[in-house]
């Protein structure tokens, strides 16, 4: 079935962007497929203009110092154990509250003042969070967001491992975003150095059994960087490698490390080379003998695995499926892996030959949005402003996709099924939205503007016979044209 | 918690200026009263047949059947006068009707005789004759009409604030004069009706999606047994949360209004009352939610405190619903239907209506109940007797075009 301008630009938003706002359809609608082209050659389209954010190396020089201060806090309240600090945080309280006023919520309680001791990890966190939130929010289409989050779940890392949480954000920033449309090798040699990565995989503490510092401490090898580097970032599991492969390229990516904070006040926290760690000699992976060249040897294998066929159709394979449908044509596969091949990985060329395939756009909208997209897309719809992130952060959490925390470093799933469990929870989230964050939303111009070119009969009648404009809008956001892309 | 965030700060922020309240309304405050005035809207249409029936019409039972609240059964309504009984979920509200508390308006209706909901609730709220592009309501321009910008003093600018429960104020009370608002700290989930709209849209648009909310919701059996009408209870749990969420509403409102220094004018909203199917007036959802009102306006009673002496609350709905009921044992949109006042500033213990009868030749359309009373003259008769809204503005700026709609007179105590 052919479909009109509109309805093109509505799965043009839905299932490369992340839907429309106020107006989107309309600005598009006379080229989809050349709007999305042209949000991929702008200039800088993947970068984030913020310059308040920290590096990683600062964010954790700066969690670390925090950290540093609460543990001294403690200390010294261990020492002299007097109830002041909970006298103090009560007469805050006290003063923060009008008397009448119902007591706040445990969530916005006043917290009690704190010394001056930085940032804490916590809100790095949410600082990035909400700068990324802002990203997708203002992105006329938003491919390119979809593209870093698509590569950010791919390459994850998680917050949850220890000192993750204040430099998730910017690994995303600095390994992701900075080579989203550029070369995978590049981008694949940004995220195994980087020290968000090197921590979540335990490779800043794997030892070369034979190195210096193996031979002085009697500590060795941790594979689980290099199994992950072959079974999910490149070749994909059960394809050309053996457990020897994973065992010598552990080998080869020992002293990969990360600066400790304590050490060094000016670089912890930053990716080291230490090449007392790192295993000397020769190393073999997948038939290819690798010379010891210090970290050169680690970097060559990665080059290698970037161009190896294998890594091209597991790569192909992902976007097909995150993009277009669950079990894509082998077809389709094919054309997008040879297209990895014949352009030495070109990001930028692979999201161009996805917007190139007929099957985007022919092929019905099967998926169930990820709740990140779906949140995000309802934002968008309904125009709401966001100054507070952490009840959007709230509502991935109970929807089950908390940001940069995936339950295993293959990160969330991506397949239909899995979301559709939390189907009934989405329905609270929008009732939530429409009747918290965005009750001024016309339910009647939200539809008109984003769902109206792809929507049954049955939901405009659905939403036209609401009994409430908040309960419009709540149905709205539910109705499958909405959940689905 | 984003926006709740804010509305909260402007709450504390701005509550220091809710002790110029005091002073207003000057002219009720000049004869020694410090009247409250509080606006309850229920969105969707209550069925006003199903609330306060007319069990003396002789052609009530033919109309109603089995659905038809009687004196007798079960669950006796609560007698109201020889001609009207309450529904039997609402105990606090025939209590207060016999204490003198509390008049009910029957067959009443705006001046909208469609039957959109969106259109219904802003011709109710906006005071206008007609649907149409509106951002004001009829209880904000009756504020500003009290305390005419230029005549308040500079220090006292914001005196004219109300006060509004909910993330956003209700129509009603939006308009140049400032308004406070206060949102609950939990809001309800979804509704069953909200819950039952979707199935039914996914049932005919996407049945994997209708699936997993039917086996999620634990409606697969009743989805089995051919569609919605298995279901005539309201899950107890959702309405032990809707009971809450209306008690803690409206209690909070009052809490501020009985203030010294508080708003003197509130509104708030209820969803819920769009009962197309399994409507349940007696032990379905709408006595469910009609339980919850009876509780909410006990909680404003208590909250109130002393200044219950002084307060009217007003209840009032878009539109009515089809005097018979329907294929899905329920009721569709209709007209005429009922408004409760309540408070110790009323005259109560009374019935007003005009009553139109229920016989075929007498329903509006032959299918609604006939309004024949204006719902703008009870507002106005409140706004002038119990605020002291000039009469012309009534006419003219709080309710247009309304000058042949008279006030209703004797309402006050």
Redesign the interface.
């Known amino acids: 079935m052919a479909l009109d301008s509109k309805a093109e630009a509505a799965l043009a938003l839905n299932r490369f962007g992340l839907g429309p706002r106020t107006g989107s359809i309309a600005a598009i609608a006379s080229d989809p497929r050349g709007a999305l082209i042209a949000e991929l050659d702008r200039p800088g389209a993947s970068r984030i203009a913020n310059t308040e954010l920290m590096s990683s190396g600062v964010a954790a020089r700066t969690a670390f110092a925090f950290q540093q201060a609460q543990r001294e806090l403690r200390r010294a309240a261990k020492s002299a154990p007097k109830e002041v600090s909970k006298d103090a945080a009560k007469d805050a309280a006290k003063d923060a509250a009008v008397e009448a006023s119902p007591p706040p919520g445990t969530a916005t309680a006043p917290a009690p003042a704190r010394p001056n001791v930085g940032t804490a990890p916590q809100q790095i966190y949410l600082d990035e969070a909400k700068v990324r939130l802002t990203a997708a929010l203002d992105a006329d289409i938003g491919f390119v967001e979809r593209l870093t989050w698509f590569w950010s779940n791919h390459f994850c890392v998680s917050a949850d491992k220890a000192g993750v949480r204040p430099i998730a954000g910017a690994f995303e920033r600095e390994a992701i975003r900075a080579n989203v449309l550029g070369r995978f090798v590049d981008m694949l040699r940004a995220v195994e150095t980087h020290p968000a990565m090197l921590l979540y995989l335990d490779n800043a503490r794997s030892i070369g059994p034979s190195s210096q510092a193996g031979k002085n401490r009697g500590r060795g090898l941790n594979e689980n960087l290099a199994r992950e580097i072959l079974e999910l970032h490149t070749l994909g599991v059960r394809t050309v490698y053996t457990q020897d492969d994973v065992t010598s390229f552990a080998k080869i990516i020992t002293g990969w490390s990360v600066v400790p904070p304590a050490q060094d006040p000016a670089h912890g926290g930053e990716f080291t080379f230490n090449p007392r760690m790192h295993e000397p000699g020769t190393q073999t992976v997948i038939s290819q003998a690798y010379a010891d060249a210090g970290f050169d040897q680690g970097r060559r294998v990665l080059a290698d695995l970037a161009r190896h066929p294998a890594t091209a159709t597991h790569v192909a394979h992902k976007l097909a499926r995150h993009f277009i449908a669950d079990d894509p044509a082998l077809v389709l596969i094919e054309r997008l892996a040879k297209r990895f091949r014949d352009t030495e990985g070109d990001l930028k060329e692979m999201a161009k030959a996805l917007v190139a395939a007929p099957e985007a756009w022919a092929m019905p909208r099967s998926k169930l949005k990820r709740p990140s997209e779906w949140i995000v897309g309802a934002l968008r719809a309904t125009g709401a402003s966001v100054t507070d992130v952490r009840p959007i952060m709230q509502a991935q959490n109970l929807l089950g996709e908390p940001l940069w925390r995936p339950p295993a470093p293959n990160g969330f799933a991506d397949d239909d099924a899995t979301w559709l469990d939390g189907l009934s929870q989405r329905l609270d989230v929008a009732n939530q939205v429409a009747l918290r964050i965005a009750p001024a939303a016309d339910p009647n111009a939200v539809f008109e503007e984003t769902l109206a070119p792809i929507a049954s009969a049955e939901t405009r009648r659905t939403i036209a016979r609401a009994e409430s404009r908040s309960q419009a809008l709540a149905l709205l956001l539910m109705a499958p044209e909405f959940q689905r892309r | 918690?984003?926006?709740?965030?804010?509305t909260?700060r402007r709450?504390?922020l701005a509550?220091g200026t809710l002790f110029a309240w005091a002073h207003l309304p000057k002219l009720a405050l000049a004869e020694g009263r410090d009247p409250r005035l509080l606006v309850i809207v229920l969105?969707?249409?209550l069925d006003g047949l199903a609330a306060v029936a007319p069990v003396g019409d002789p052609d009530w039972l033919a109309l109603r059947g089995d659905k038809a609240l009687t004196l007798e059964g079960k669950t006796p309504a609560l007698a109201l006068d020889k001609m009207f009984a309450l529904n039997p979920a609402m105990p606090n509200l025939h209590r207060l009707y016999q204490a003198g508390a509390a008049t009910i308006v029957h067959a009443a209706a705006t001046a909208y005789r469609e039957r959109s909901?969106?259109d219904g609730?802003d011709v109710l709220e906006s005071g206008l004759a007609r649907p149409g592009a509106v951002s004001t309501g009829w209880l904000n321009r009756a504020l500003a009409t009290l305390d005419p910008a230029g005549s308040a003093n500079s220090t006292r600018a914001s005196s004219r604030n109300a006060f509004a429960v909910?993330?956003?104020a209700p129509l009603v009370v939006r308009g140049s004069a400032p308004v406070l608002s206060?949102?609950p700290?939990?809001?309800p989930?979804?509704?069953d009706?909200?819950?039952m709209?979707?199935l039914?849209?996914?049932r005919?648009?996407?049945p994997?999606?209708a699936r997993?909310?039917e086996e999620?919701?634990g409606l697969a059996e009743i989805a089995r047994a051919g569609g919605m009408e298995g279901g005539q209870q309201q899950r107890p749990v959702a309405a032990a949360q809707v009971r809450a969420f209306f008690a803690e509403s409206a209690g909070?409102a009052a809490?501020?209004m009985a203030?010294p220094d508080?708003p003197r004018i509130g509104a708030l909203?209820f969803?819920?009352?769009?009962t197309h199917a399994n409507e349940g007036a007696l032990d379905g959802r709408l006595a469910a939610l009609l339980g919850a009102l009876d509780g909410a306006i006990a909680a404003i009673e208590t909250n109130m405190g002393d200044a219950w002496r002084e307060t009217a609350v007003a209840v009032i709905t878009e539109f009515g619903r089809t005097a018979r009921i329907n294929g899905t044992e329920g009721t569709d949109h209709g007209t005429g239907t009922v408004a409760f006042l309540a408070g110790g500033a009323l005259k109560g213990g009374r019935v007003l209506a005009d009553w139109p009868g229920l016989k075929e030749a007498n329903l509006h359309e032959k299918r609604d109940l006939k309004p024949t009373t204006d719902l703008r003259a009870v507002l106005k008769g409140l706004l002038r007797d119990h605020l002291r809204v000039d009469e012309a503005a009534l006419a003219s700026k709080v309710f247009p075009e309304s000058s042949a709609v008279k006030p209703v007179a004797g309402l006050l105590a």
């Not at chain 2, 918690?1 to 804010?6: D, I, K, L, Q, S």
């Not at chain 2, 969803?271 to 769009?274: A, P």
């Open positions: 918690m984003g926006p709740h965030a804010v909260r709450l504390l509550s969105r969707g249409a909901h969106f609730q909910g993330p956003i206060w949102t700290p939990r809001l989930p979804a509704s009706d909200t819950l709209r979707l039914d849209l996914y005919h648009t996407d994997a999606l997993v909310l999620r919701m909070t809490k501020f203030r508080g909203a969803d819920g009352w769009d």
